[in-house]
T-cell receptor
């Protein structure tokens, strides 16, 4: 059973701080990694995706991938109350396949 | 550009009734996915299509569930007969063809309540 693990939280950070969200996965052959944000009662919204080891930055968001350790993380700099949501990690089993495995999500709370 | 469109947004019906959920993927996307989300089980993939052909339906919980994609712009997920444990939010997502996994884009979902 291929698994994606996330701490359910809530992760509480003050406004302006860096929020660090982590995700581990069991399938060593995984090749693609996605972060989705989901506000309560809404649908998942793609934040970032990463395919290669290292960091990928997009505005206040940075995705970090370490395939050797089988973890992927999402850093949110200068956190805002509007970032409060559940963040879902999704992992693609292998190149060429379209089936993603989702983690159960980490709830982030950013306090003013 | 229009995103993934799902209907209805909400559905409340009694146990035993047939339920049909509808989805229009983003134009040009080759893959269509049906997911179910509950508090207990999170987001689960039910079935996905590639170019209108079902590829993997191993997530479909039982024979009461069926899905079709008669053309590139329309898909349905049907539950017959419905049961209270089918109550969940059902999402449709689509993604383009590409080398490796491409980002999936979700519709707004259908919130289904079976009484």
């Amino acid at each position: 059973q291929k698994e994606v693990e996330q701490n359910s939280g809530p992760l509480s950070v003050p406004e302006g701080a860096i929020a660090s969200l982590n995700c581990t996965y069991s399938d060593r052959g995984s090749q693609s990694f996605f972060w989705y944000r989901q506000y309560s009662g809404k649908s998942p919204e793609l934040i970032m995706f990463i395919y290669s080891n290292g960091d990928k930055e997009d505005g206040r968001f940075t995705a970090q991938l370490n395939k050797a350790s089988q973890y992927v993380s999402l850093l949110i700099r200068d956190s805002q109350p509007s970032d409060s949501a559940t963040y879902l990690c999704a992992v693609g089993p292998d190149t060429g396949f379209q089936k993603l495995v989702f983690g159960t999500g980490t709830r982030l709370l950013v306090s003013p | 550009d229009a995103g993934v469109i799902q209907s209805p947004r909400h559905e409340v019906t009694e146990m035993g009734q047939e339920v049909t959920l509808r989805c229009k993927p983003i134009s040009g996307h080759d893959y269509l996915f049906w997911y179910r989300q509950t508090m207990m089980r999170g987001l689960e993939l039910l079935i996905y299509f590639n170019n209108n052909v079902p590829i993997d339906d191993s997530g479909m919980p039982e024979d009461r569930f069926s899905a079709k994609m008669p053309n590139a712009s329309f898909s349905t997920l049907k539950i017959q007969p419905s049961e209270p444990r089918d109550s969940a939010v059902y999402f449709c997502a689509s993604s383009p063809f590409g080398r490796g996994n491409q980002p999936q884009h979700f519709g707004d979902g259908t919130r289904l309540s079976i009484l």
